[in-house]
């Protein structure tokens, strides 16, 4: 988890950033036009696709296991209203249905069950008070011990996210998310 706290961070020339920028653009205006029709009645249950199956029967072997948890950790420097960060991952949980599915299994059988509640939790806490490095180190503890948290994949929901605050202008995002539910991309 460190090594994605690392100071190293990429600078970007003029003409990268425009580049990436044109890419942003091109991607956003590829989606208008999605490949994949959405499903018609996203309400009613959908069977799991091969890769989703085969995680849920490695959940069924192993219960209580987090091994299958994805996690990744930001460093956030300079201003930040928690209020406004909660709202922006409630819209993302908003958009994303994956995010809101969980994977009953009446009578043995697993179905995508996608919940219409947006809402997502974003979890504060404070481990100031402390050398800023020893905050540091405390909160990456705290992570670690979210991330070997299991989900319930029968009940949901298989997203968390906790903000670490190491300092008023110093903090910490962490996610952690089942992979049944994304691919790490």
Do not use: C
């Not at 960060?85 to 994303?96: D, G, I």
């Not at 806490?125 to 979210?146: C, F, K, W």
């Amino acid at each position: 988890m460190a090594d994605e706290l690392s100071d190293r961070r990429p600078v970007l020339s003029a003409a990268q950033r425009a580049l990436l920028e044109k890419r942003v653009r091109d991607a956003a205006r590829a989606t208008d036009s999605p490949m994949i029709p959405a499903r018609s009645d996203p309400s009613r249950p959908a069977p799991l696709s091969s890769p989703q199956r085969r995680l849920w029967v490695l959940d069924q072997l192993v219960p209580g296991s987090s091994w299958y948890n994805v996690t990744r950790l930001f460093r956030v420097e300079g201003p930040l209203d928690p209020d406004l960060l909660k709202r922006a991952l409630s819209a993302v949980v908003s958009r994303h249905a994956s995010l809101r599915t969980a994977f009953p299994s009446p009578a043995g059988q697993p179905m995508q069950v996608v919940s219409s509640s947006a809402s997502s939790s974003l979890v504060r806490l404070s481990v100031e008070g402390v050398p800023v490095e020893d905050a540091e180190t405390r909160a990456l503890a705290l992570a670690r011990e979210d991330a070997e948290r299991p989900f319930d994949l029968e009940r949901g929901p298989l997203f968390r996210a906790a903000l670490y605050r190491l300092a008023p202008d110093r903090h910490i995002l962490h996610f952690t998310v089942h992979h049944i539910v994304t691919d790490g991309w």
